[in-house]
C-alpha cells in the first residue's frame, strides 16, 4: 500500500504550533508540581509527605497520557495504525524509548526534589535552571548521537558559557521566603521587650 505525496509533507506550522504548546506544559510543569507538593506536605528539608507523592501522581499521569493516549489516537484517529497495534515494535526501539522514559522520569524526580528542598520560592529559580541547561545537554547529546561534534561553532561555546552563568547567577539572585508570620510576630515581640527593658534602665 503506497503512500500518498501528502502524508510525506513536512508543516512548519503545525510543528510550530506543538513546540509552543509543548512550552507552555512543560514552563507549567514545575509551579504545579510544586503546588501539589504543598498541599501534600510540609516543604523543606524536615518535610512529611509532599516529596514522593507527587512522583506518583505524575507516574499516574504518564500512564493515563503516554499509554492510553496513543492507543486511543490509533484507534480513534488511525493515526500510526499501520498493522495494528501490536506490529512495529523492534528491540532496539523499544530499549532506546524506554531509556528515553527512564531518563524522563529520573529528571521528574530531581526536579521533585529541587523543587521540595529549595522552599516555597523554588519554582523562580529552579525552572529557569532546568529549562536553561536542558537544551545544552539535549543538544550535546544529539551532537553525540549523530557524530557532529566537529561543527561545534565558538558562538555555541559562548552560548554554553552564558548559560553557566545564567544559571550561578539566577541561583545566586533567587527571591527568599519571608519570615513566616509567626516568626515576624516573635521578632517584634522581643524587639518591644529589649526596648522596655532599655527604658526601664
Do not use: D
Not at 36 to 58: H, K, Q, T, W
Not at 190 to 201: D, G, I, P, V, Y
Amino acid at each position: 500500500m503506497g503512500t500518498s505525496a501528502s502524508n510525506t509533507q513536512y508543516y512548519p506550522v503545525l510543528a510550530g504550533v506543538f513546540a509552543i504548546v509543548t512550552a507552555l506544559f512543560w514552563g507549567c510543569y514545575g509551579p504545579v508540581l510544586h503546588k501539589g507538593a504543598v498541599y501534600m506536605g510540609e516543604i523543606g528539608p524536615n518535610m512529611g509527605s509532599g516529596r514522593l507523592r507527587p512522583f506518583l501522581c505524575v507516574g499516574l499521569a504518564y500512564f493515563l497520557i503516554s499509554i492510553v493516549g496513543p492507543i486511543v489516537m490509533m484507534q480513534v484517529a488511525g493515526m500510526e495504525k499501520g498493522n495494528g497495534l501490536l506490529h512495529g515494535w523492534t528491540f532496539s526501539g523499544i530499549v532506546w524509548s524506554v531509556g528515553g522514559g527512564a531518563a524522563g522520569a529520573l529528571g521528574a524526580f530531581a526536579l521533585i526534589m529541587a523543587l521540595n528542598y529549595g522552599g516555597p520560592t523554588s519554582p523562580t529559580f529552579v525552572m529557569p535552571m532546568v529549562f536553561g541547561a536542558a537544551p545544552v545537554v539535549s543538544t550535546c547529546v544529539a551532537m553525540y548521537f549523530n557524530k557532529t561534534y566537529s561543527q561545534v561553532s565558538p558562538f555555541f561555546l559562548v552560548g554554553l558559557l552564558l548559560v553557566i552563568l545564567g544559571a550561578v547567577t539566577i541561583l545566586v539572585t533567587a527571591p527568599k521566603p519571608g519570615k513566616p508570620k509567626a516568626a515576624v510576630e516573635k521578632t517584634n515581640s522581643e524587639t518591644s521587650t529589649k526596648a522596655e527593658l532599655e527604658k526601664a534602665k
